[in-house]
T-cell receptor
Framework: DTEVTQTPKHLVMGMTNKKSLKCEQH?????MYWYKQKAKKPPELMFV???????INESVPSRFSPECPNSSLLNLHLHALQPEDSALYLC??????????????FGPGTRLLVL | AQSVTQPDIHITVSEGASLELRCNYSYGATPYLFWYVQSPGQGLQLLLK??????LVQGIKGFEAEFKRSQSSFNLRKPSVHWSDAAEYFC????????????FGAGTRLAVHP
C-alpha cells in the first residue's frame, strides 16, 4: 500500500484566518514533504521532515508553519495568508534509502483558495 | 546545477497511437530518475523510476522508459495510448547530497483524441 492521505480536499479561507492542512501515511516512511503547486506548474518543495525533524525549509514565509507530531502525521499550519498563496498543496512521504534512492509517494492534495 | 528539461509543453495523440514523451537532464553524477503522472486536480502518481541496472524500465499502466546516459535522456513511451492517459506528465531527478530533493521538469500535458 502506497497511500498518503490529505485533509481537507478543498479549503477556502480569508486572509485573517488560521487553518491547518493534515497529511497522514501508514507506510512506515520516515521522511515527509510539503509541496506547493500553482496551476500549470510543477510542484515546488516547501519543507522536508526527516525522522520527525525539520531538515529542509526552502525559504518559505513564516505564515506557513509545518509540524510533525509523529512519524505518520504531518501538518501545515496557515495564518495570515495572501491570495497568491492559493494553490494545490501536496504532501509526500518516502522510506529511508541510500544516497537518494528514495521514492516519494504523493497524496491527492488540498486545493486552497485564499480570499 | 541540476535541471530537467521536458521540451514538449503540450502533445496531442490519437487514441491507440504510440506515445513518446521526452525528458533530458543535466546532472554530473549518476541520476536517479522518475516519471510521475497527474490528472487534473489530483496528486502525483509514480509511473516508474530508474536507479541503476537495466536501462529499460517498466512501469504501471503499460508505460516504459529508457535511460540513455549518452544522450542524458529518460524518455517515456507507451505503445498504444488510451483516452484515460490524458494528464500532465512530470519527469524528475533526485538531488543527491544528503536529502531527497526532487527536481521536476516543467511537465508535458497530454491530450488524447478519440
Amino acid at each position: 500500500d502506497t497511500e498518503v492521505t490529505q485533509t481537507p480536499k478543498h479549503l477556502v479561507m480569508g486572509m485573517t484566518n488560521k487553518k491547518s492542512l493534515k497529511c497522514e501515511q501508514h507506510m512506515g516512511h520516515r521522511a515527509m514533504y510539503w509541496y506547493k503547486q500553482k496551476a500549470k506548474k510543477p510542484p515546488e518543495l516547501m519543507f522536508v521532515y526527516s525522522y520527525e525533524k525539520l531538515s529542509i525549509n526552502e525559504s518559505v514565509p513564516s505564515r506557513f508553519s509545518p509540524e510533525c507530531p509523529n512519524s505518520s502525521l504531518l501538518n501545515l499550519h496557515l495564518h495570515a495568508l495572501q491570495p497568491e498563496d492559493s494553490a494545490l498543496y501536496l504532501c509526500a512521504s518516502s522510506a529511508p534509502g541510500q544516497g537518494g534512492r528514495e521514492t516519494q509517494y504523493f497524496g491527492p492534495g488540498t486545493r486552497l483558495l485564499v480570499l | 546545477a541540476q535541471s530537467v528539461t521536458q521540451p514538449d509543453i503540450h502533445i496531442t495523440v490519437s487514441e491507440g497511437a504510440s506515445l513518446e514523451l521526452r525528458c533530458n537532464y543535466s546532472y554530473g553524477a549518476t541520476p536517479y530518475l522518475f516519471w510521475y503522472v497527474q490528472s487534473p486536480g489530483q496528486g502525483l502518481q509514480l509511473l516508474l523510476k530508474y536507479f541503476s541496472g537495466d536501462t529499460l524500465v517498466q512501469g504501471i499502466k503499460g508505460f516504459e522508459a529508457e535511460f540513455k546516459r549518452s544522450q542524458s535522456s529518460f524518455n517515456l513511451r507507451k505503445p498504444s495510448v488510451h483516452w484515460s492517459d490524458a494528464a500532465e506528465y512530470f519527469c524528475a531527478v533526485v538531488l543527491s547530497g544528503g536529502y531527497n530533493k526532487l527536481i521536476f521538469g516543467a511537465g508535458t500535458r497530454l491530450a488524447v483524441h478519440p
